[in-house]
């Protein structure tokens, strides 16, 4: 019995050093950072990378505002890597980097590359470094079916366009806020020749004067090939021309719908002071005519 | 007879035209300059780098700058008071203040539109205000009204200096030469005969009816400003003729303080005498409860509703964070000058001053009052904005522009008097022989 209860105690002495050895430990380094970096590819331009710093306080993950990266092209600064540009994150974390036109050539140079984000070394926190990887890709999108969509998916392998497939993508409408889905169905795969066909069942979208809307294709978060957008102004919405002259004339109406009793009592104040004051502009040039003519009489 | 009355003439002349600036004078105008210098190297700073270095932010959009707007815009229609409704009513003894009442107007909405220009961030996109102005805004008003009275205050000062800048020309022939081709240019013609009076005359009776109202809607406008926004503090009724009574007010103060300093400084005690300084003190006792009423009004409807939002803005006057500079206003400002000078003594020159000076300043504080503590009480508060934004402290940049402003504004005063007469020399003859005549 004795030693069951040594035993015992010597498990609990044992667990209360341990605790006070991670509770120290704690004290003594740094928080964790965490990074997560994504390409997002738009209208197969050059990639916008953005960055998401995050931090554990309190159990919870905390944005890291106001927090420098410096991104490099292909290799770090140590290995002589091109730096792409440095920024620093938003109150939310956040933080979106270009590839420069200075870099276009290097870019272009290669089918793939890496972009590696680093951030230095501060009082609250390591440096880090997170590497992403770049596939070059391409988009097409071929609306020249009536109502039907052909999406067109490839990557840059062996020196040529290779289509990619098995991969999923989403096709709809950009609307004020969101992307509308233009089918009941959210997502499509890519089939063997990198193609999806969608059909475009929304009717009566109001687009601009010409009836235009924007078809956007799209790919969110990719593993391999991050994220993916592309935009294509099609005629296949409703002509809408906003009626600027829609609420009247009113005290919230646009400049040229002023209410008529305002414009009146306006022009009457404004007429009636500037006529005022020309008269007396023109009273002083009288007052200048009489003295000269004063003058040349000899009075 | 006539020679006597040719001496006095010439002796008021002598007396009342412009002078050299003294040792201290120098010192005076020296000291507004580098002000106003280092108030444009703030605003440099600012035009380089933006808004952002005034403490401006989200939420006080509105600070020092607009207060200061409100400020000189009050003391602008001060002319309309001393020059165009006292000389309606044929008030004879308000004639020695009047060009002081006009010099003070001009210059207070010259740097009214500066600093409002300075609000703006952007000067080089005012001109979109007019390309793109909706008539339906108050800023837009804002824009005519102030462009109007600058114009009407440019010519009410020039039109009864005619007569004055045909005897510089005379008794000024040293001046130096692109001075005496100022007066060459604007007063040459000037003979005063009676034709050239009559249309002169004419033209300040059309000028001081027109003065009222524009001078009574440029401060309305400018209170509606505010007045057209739903803001606590700023949704009321009340704020047309608080604002224009604590306009005369403000404006009567200054003309008191510029009183005592001209008369001070220039020996012009002959002209600006105790009655002088008598008669301003019970124009601002009546303007003070005046504008005291309107005050009443203004804090003590909404204390006695206690809307959940106007207990907030007025707890932070009243007790809270403004509580010093709210009290400092109402007595120092208001209740102490008004007290002083329904005593006798109270309305010699020295308590006059001092009231003067407590009334300007205290005006000042109190336009700050009316701009900065609803800007910063929004009925919705804004989410995800740094905590910083929720406070507004002028930074050096603001401060140093506001008081180059005003400083700008006690230069433009200053200089006038160096080169022009101060009081009106030719209205002051004629008076005296009308008295003489009578």
């Known amino acids: 019995m004795r030693k069951i209860i040594n035993n015992i105690t010597a498990i609990i002495i044992a667990a209360l050093m341990l605790q006070c050895a991670v509770a120290a430990a704690d004290e003594t380094s740094k928080a964790p950072l965490k990074v997560d970096a994504s390409l997002l590819l738009v209208n197969n331009q050059a990639p916008f990378v953005s960055v998401t710093l995050k931090t554990k306080i309190d159990r919870k993950f905390t944005p890291v505002a106001d927090m420098e990266v410096q991104f490099y092209l292909d290799k770090d600064a140590a290995s002589g890597g091109q730096l792409i540009g440095k920024a620093k994150t938003n109150n939310r974390g956040k933080l979106t980097i270009g590839i420069p036109a200075s870099l276009q050539a290097a870019w272009k140079a290669a089918p793939t590359h890496k972009i590696i984000a680093v951030t230095a070394k501060t009082d609250k926190f390591d440096e880090t470094s997170t590497e992403v990887n770049c596939v070059k890709t391409r988009v097409t999108l071929d609306t020249a079916e009536d109502k039907n969509v052909k999406m067109k998916l490839e990557e840059w392998k062996d020196d040529h366009w290779a289509p990619v497939k098995d991969a999923e993508v989403k096709i709809g409408v950009k609307r004020l806020l969101s992307d509308l889905n233009i089918s009941e169905k959210e997502t499509y795969k890519t089939d063997s020749a990198g193609e999806v066909v969608a059909e475009f069942k929304k009717t009566g979208l109001p687009g601009d004067k010409n009836g235009n809307i924007i078809l956007v294709a799209k790919m969110d978060d990719n593993d391999t090939y991050g994220s993916l957008r592309f935009e294509k102004p099609i005629p296949w919405g409703e002509k809408y021309v906003p009626e600027s002259g829609a609420l009247g004339r009113a005290l919230w109406a646009g400049r040229f719908h002023s209410p008529w009793w305002l414009l009146f009592i306006a022009y009457f104040i404004i007429i009636g002071v500037w006529g005022s004051l020309a008269f007396l502009v023109m009273a002083i040039f009288k007052i200048r005519a009489i003295g000269l003519k004063e003058k040349a009489a000899g009075k | 007879m006539e020679n006597n ?3 006095a003439d010439e002796k008021l002349i002598a007396e009342l035209m412009p002078r050299k600036f003294n040792k201290l004078g120098v010192i005076w105008v020296a000291l507004l300059s580098v002000i106003c210098v280092f108030g444009l190297y703030a605003y440099i700073l600012q035009l380089r780098y933006g808004l952002v270095v005034t403490g401006l932010r989200d939420y006080a959009s509105w600070g020092i700058y607009i207060s200061n707007f409100e400020f000189f815009v ?8 001393f020059t165009a409704i006292l000389r309606l009513f044929n008030v004879n003894w308000a004639t020695p203040i009047t060009r002081i009442a006009e010099i003070i107007a001009f210059s207070g909405i010259l740097f009214g539109a500066i600093i409002i220009i300075v609000d703006m961030g952007r000067p080089e996109r005012f001109y979109n205000l007019f390309i793109f102005g909706r008539l339906q805004s108050p800023i837009l008003w804002d824009v005519i009204v102030i462009c109007t009275y600058l114009c009407v205050s440019v010519i009410l000062l020039y039109i009864p200096l005619m007569p004055d800048l045909k005897l510089l020309i005379e008794r000024k022939p040293k001046a130096v030469a692109f001075l005496h081709g100022i007066y060459k240019f604007f007063g040459s013609f000037w003979t005063g005969s009676k034709e050239q009076e009559k249309v002169a005359n004419n033209s300040v009776n059309i000028l001081c009816v027109a003065m009222v109202p524009v001078a009574l809607i440029v401060k309305s406008v400018t209170s509606w400003l505010f007045a057209t926004t739903f803001r606590t503090g700023w949704d009321s009724n009340n704020f047309g003729a608080y604002f224009i009574s604590g306009a005369f007010l403000v404006g009567a103060g200054c003309v008191v303080v510029a009183m005592y300093i001209y008369r001070k400084y220039w020996g012009l005690e002959k002209y600006i005498t105790d009655m002088h300084f008598d008669k ?14 309107f005050n009443i009004n203004e804090y003590m409807l909404p ?23 709210f009290w400092s206003a109402i007595i120092g400002g208001m209740i102490i000058p008004t007290v002083i000078m329904l005593f006798k003594n109270g309305r010699k020159p020295v308590p006059m001053f001092i009231c003067g000076l407590l009334i300007v300043t205290g005006a000042w504080i109190k336009r700050y009052l009316i701009v900065t503590p609803t800007m910063l009480l929004p009925f919705l508060p804004m ?25 700008g504004a006690l230069l433009v005063v200053t200089l006038f ?7 009106p020399i030719q209205e002051l003859i004629n008076e005296s022989h009308e008295k003489d005549n009578k």
């Not at chain 2, 009050?74 to 008071?81: E, K, T």
């Open chain 2, 383 to 407: 989410h995800n904005v740094p905590p910083a934004y929720t406070h507004y402290y002028p930074t050096w940049q603001e401060w140093a522009i506001d008081i180059a402003t005003l400083a």
């Open chain 2, 417 to 423: 008097t160096r080169f022009f007469p101060i009081l």
């Open chain 2, 280 to 293: 301003m003190g019970r124009i601002l006792v009546l303007l003070a409860l005046i504008y005291g009423y």
């Open chain 2, 5 to 7: 009355k040719l001496t």
């Open chain 2, 74 to 81: 009050s003391i602008s229609i001060v002319a309309a008071l």
């Open chain 2, 303 to 325: 204390f006695f509703k206690v809307k959940k939002e106007e207990e907030i803005l007025l707890n932070s006057l009243f007790s809270g964070s403004y509580a010093v500079a």
